[in-house]
């Protein structure tokens, strides 16, 4: 027979009392010297220890369970949905039992959520100090280029042009950094709707390979599609983000490119989804880095990072990453350094049959 908490404390205290008759019993009447009545012994034990008991299971259940009941109710109300409270606290079971291992779980889940609270706070830390960095560098622009203009600058017309321009650059710069932060902010809280439609990706990749064509030949990097796709490759994306994610990972894979280089874009079947890669032979990243190369302002290797003079937000990869998870898909990155690396992401195909190859496995 299983006995309750309550149940096996109070027998133990009443075989404690009783024990403790018979010890006064017997020496009360060693010491008075009369005789010692079984009878009476026998009769007064088998009293003492049902009303003991009666008595210490009300003073437990009244007194000390019912205080007991209340800590538990309180911490069952703060772990549990409140439509499942009243099922959860109607149960009857060992209260004391319960309520220990409620405390026991409720002190695990607290000290994860500070653990949780601890990373945010150095994650938080660090995402300031990095915004801060960024702005800084274009507003020291902006302060020495109008210092220089109020010395004396603005009496020379070629000065005066060749400041403002640079003004402007810097002024586009954090108005580059500002509309990507708040693009991350609507993406990571879901208010940037995406418009989804049917489209060609070839076409679209041979799109930012004409716009990004200057900028690669500035480098000596050849920028061009893995093959001549002949048929079109449908996709069901938003086609101004996915336009986006593309350019953000053709800009990036050219900026830390190496002179004579190359950036193919690839294209590969993968029965529901067609799987997009973007593959550079720049200087790659360092295995331990590639965890992080999606977070916001995530600075590596000194090789990778990025000079002020190639501009950007140093968003690019943290918006691709929220863009493509936008759309219930993945991104990955795998590099080798020295050799390069290749960001994939994956998009729903459409309904028209395509015909390409499976991926290989690279590096």
């Not at 009878?39 to 009303?51: D, E, S």
């Not at 995406?194 to 990097?221: G, H, P, S, Y």
């Not at 290797?301 to 000079?307: A, E, L, N």
Request: hydrophobic share 40%.
């Amino acid at each position: 027979m299983n006995l309750s908490t309550s149940q096996r404390l109070s027998l133990l205290a009443s075989l404690i009392v009783m024990l403790a008759f018979s010890v006064v019993y017997t020496l009360a009447g060693y010491f008075s010297q009369t005789k010692w009545n079984a009878g009476v012994f026998v009769i007064t034990n088998l009293v003492i220890f049902p009303v003991s008991f009666i008595v210490y299971k009300y003073i437990l259940d009244k007194f000390i369970y019912e205080k007991i009941r209340l800590i538990y109710k309180t911490i069952h109300q703060l772990k549990t949905p409140r439509r499942e409270q009243k099922t959860a606290i109607l149960s009857k079971t060992d209260i004391i039992e319960q309520t220990n291992m409620e405390v026991i779980e409720w002190a695990e889940r607290k000290k994860q959520e500070i653990d949780d609270l601890k990373k945010l706070e150095a994650y938080r830390r660090e995402f300031l100090g990095n915004v801060s960095h960024e702005l800084k560098t274009p507003i020291f622009n902006i302060q020495g280029y109008i210092l220089t203009l109020l010395d004396g600058g603005m009496d020379d017309p070629a000065i005066n042009r060749k400041y403002l321009e640079r003004t402007e650059k810097s002024v586009d710069r954090m108005i580059s950094i500002i509309e990507d932060l708040e693009a991350i902010s609507r993406l990571e809280a879901g208010e940037m709707e995406m418009k989804m439609e049917r489209f060609d990706i070839v076409t679209l990749c041979n799109e930012v390979v004409d716009l990004l064509e200057i900028k690669a030949e500035k480098k000596n990097i050849r920028l061009f599609l893995a093959q001549n796709y002949d048929n079109p490759i449908y996709v069901v994306a938003d086609r101004q983000r996915i336009q986006q994610v593309i350019t953000n990972l053709a800009v990036n894979s050219i900026k830390y490119g190496t002179e004579n280089g190359r950036t193919k874009i690839s294209f590969f079947d993968m029965d529901e989804n067609i799987l997009v890669e973007v593959t550079d032979s720049g200087t790659g990243i360092p295995r331990e880095e590639l965890p992080r190369v999606f977070e916001r302002f995530y600075r590596g290797d000194k090789s990778r990072t990025r000079k002020p003079e190639e501009g950007g937000s140093g968003l690019g990869l943290a918006i691709v990453k929220h863009i493509i998870e936008a759309h219930q898909q993945t991104i990955n990155v795998r590099s080798t350094l020295g050799i390069g690396s290749t960001f994939a992401f994956t998009l729903k195909k459409g309904k028209t049959p395509t015909i390409l190859r499976r991926p290989a496995i690279m590096f």
